[in-house]
Protein backbone atom coordinates (compact mmCIF):
# COMPACT_ATOMS: atom_id res chain seq x y z
CA UNK A 1 0.00 0.00 0.00
CA UNK A 2 1.49 3.44 -0.65
CA UNK A 3 0.57 6.59 1.14
CA UNK A 4 0.88 9.96 -0.51
CA UNK A 5 0.60 12.79 1.40
CA UNK A 6 0.22 16.40 -0.53
CA UNK A 7 1.28 19.83 0.75
CA UNK A 8 2.36 23.37 -0.69
CA UNK A 9 -1.19 25.19 -1.61
CA UNK A 10 -2.32 28.13 -0.71
CA UNK A 11 -3.29 31.65 -2.11
CA UNK A 12 -1.63 33.72 -4.73
CA UNK A 13 -1.69 36.22 -6.99
CA UNK A 14 -2.43 35.86 -10.44
CA UNK A 15 1.60 35.67 -12.41
CA UNK A 16 2.88 34.15 -8.80
CA UNK A 17 4.43 30.83 -8.08
CA UNK A 18 3.82 27.93 -5.76
CA UNK A 19 5.40 24.80 -5.06
CA UNK A 20 3.58 21.52 -4.08
CA UNK A 21 5.21 18.59 -2.27
CA UNK A 22 3.59 15.30 -2.67
CA UNK A 23 4.90 12.42 -0.01
CA UNK A 24 5.20 8.87 -0.43
CA UNK A 25 5.41 6.19 1.71
CA UNK A 26 4.68 2.44 1.65
CA UNK A 27 6.62 2.21 -1.89
CA UNK A 28 10.26 3.21 -2.79
CA UNK A 29 9.27 6.10 -5.22
CA UNK A 30 11.60 5.27 -7.55
CA UNK A 31 9.33 2.10 -8.38
CA UNK A 32 6.36 3.97 -9.30
CA UNK A 33 4.46 6.38 -12.04
CA UNK A 34 3.68 9.84 -10.55
CA UNK A 35 1.10 12.21 -11.95
CA UNK A 36 -0.74 15.50 -10.28
CA UNK A 37 -4.32 15.82 -11.31
CA UNK A 38 -6.59 19.07 -10.24
CA UNK A 39 -10.27 19.51 -9.72
CA UNK A 40 -12.52 23.11 -9.97
CA UNK A 41 -15.30 23.00 -8.72
CA UNK A 42 -18.31 21.32 -10.91
CA UNK A 43 -15.41 20.18 -13.31
CA UNK A 44 -13.97 16.27 -13.56
CA UNK A 45 -10.77 15.71 -12.59
CA UNK A 46 -8.36 16.53 -15.13
CA UNK A 47 -4.68 15.47 -15.71
CA UNK A 48 -1.91 18.21 -14.96
CA UNK A 49 1.26 16.57 -14.98
CA UNK A 50 3.33 13.22 -15.28
CA UNK A 51 6.64 11.51 -14.51
CA UNK A 52 8.24 8.40 -15.00
CA UNK A 53 11.21 7.98 -16.68
CA UNK A 54 10.72 11.47 -18.22
CA UNK A 55 8.43 14.55 -17.46
CA UNK A 56 5.15 15.05 -19.43
CA UNK A 57 2.41 17.80 -19.66
CA UNK A 58 -1.24 19.03 -20.52
CA UNK A 59 -1.34 21.23 -22.89
CA UNK A 60 -2.98 24.37 -20.70
CA UNK A 61 0.31 24.27 -18.02
CA UNK A 62 3.17 23.34 -20.55
CA UNK A 63 6.08 25.60 -19.93
CA UNK A 64 4.37 26.85 -16.67
CA UNK A 65 4.64 23.85 -14.78
CA UNK A 66 7.42 21.67 -14.17
CA UNK A 67 7.25 18.47 -12.51
CA UNK A 68 10.10 16.94 -10.85
CA UNK A 69 11.43 14.10 -8.16
CA UNK A 70 13.34 13.51 -5.56
CA UNK A 71 13.65 9.66 -5.04
CA UNK A 72 15.97 10.14 -2.51
CA UNK A 73 13.19 12.18 -0.21
CA UNK A 74 10.56 9.84 -2.02
CA UNK A 75 9.08 13.15 -2.82
CA UNK A 76 7.60 14.59 -6.17
CA UNK A 77 6.92 18.16 -6.87
CA UNK A 78 5.04 20.03 -8.59
CA UNK A 79 7.14 24.07 -9.41
CA UNK A 80 3.74 26.25 -10.64
CA UNK A 81 4.95 29.71 -11.97
CA UNK A 82 2.94 32.42 -14.24
CA UNK A 83 -0.73 31.29 -12.56
CA UNK A 84 -3.44 32.34 -14.08
CA UNK A 85 -6.90 32.09 -12.01
CA UNK A 86 -8.23 29.32 -14.18
CA UNK A 87 -5.18 27.33 -12.54
CA UNK A 88 -7.65 26.99 -9.22
CA UNK A 89 -8.39 23.82 -8.19
CA UNK A 90 -7.69 21.40 -5.51
CA UNK A 91 -4.58 19.60 -7.11
CA UNK A 92 -3.82 15.99 -6.13
CA UNK A 93 -1.02 13.78 -6.31
CA UNK A 94 -1.36 10.14 -8.19
CA UNK A 95 1.13 6.75 -7.97
CA UNK A 96 0.75 4.05 -10.75
CA UNK A 97 2.43 0.93 -9.00
CA UNK A 98 3.90 0.48 -12.53
CA UNK A 99 6.86 2.39 -13.28
CA UNK A 100 6.01 2.35 -16.82
CA UNK A 101 2.55 3.13 -16.63
CA UNK A 102 0.58 6.46 -15.51
CA UNK A 103 -0.15 8.81 -18.71
CA UNK A 104 -3.03 11.25 -18.10
CA UNK A 105 -6.25 8.80 -17.45
CA UNK A 106 -7.35 8.83 -13.84
CA UNK A 107 -8.55 5.10 -13.77
CA UNK A 108 -4.28 4.78 -14.71
CA UNK A 109 -3.30 5.33 -10.81
CA UNK A 110 -3.58 3.23 -8.00
CA UNK A 111 -3.38 5.39 -5.44
CA UNK A 112 -4.58 9.01 -4.60
CA UNK A 113 -3.35 11.65 -1.83
CA UNK A 114 -6.39 13.98 -0.12
CA UNK A 115 -5.56 16.92 -2.31
CA UNK A 116 -4.05 20.32 -1.74
CA UNK A 117 -6.06 23.91 -2.56
CA UNK A 118 -4.62 25.92 -4.60
CA UNK A 119 -6.80 29.37 -5.04
CA UNK A 120 -5.26 31.76 -7.81
CA UNK A 121 -6.90 35.65 -7.20
CA UNK A 122 -7.16 38.43 -9.73
Known amino acids: QVQLVESGGGLVQAGGSLRLSCAAS????????MGWFRQAPGKEREFVAG?????YYADSVKGRFTISRDNAKNTVYLQMTSLKPEDTAVYYC??????????????????WGQGTQVTVST
Open 94 to 111: AADKKYLGGGSQTASYDY
Open 26 to 33: GRTLSSLA
Open 51 to 55: ISWSP
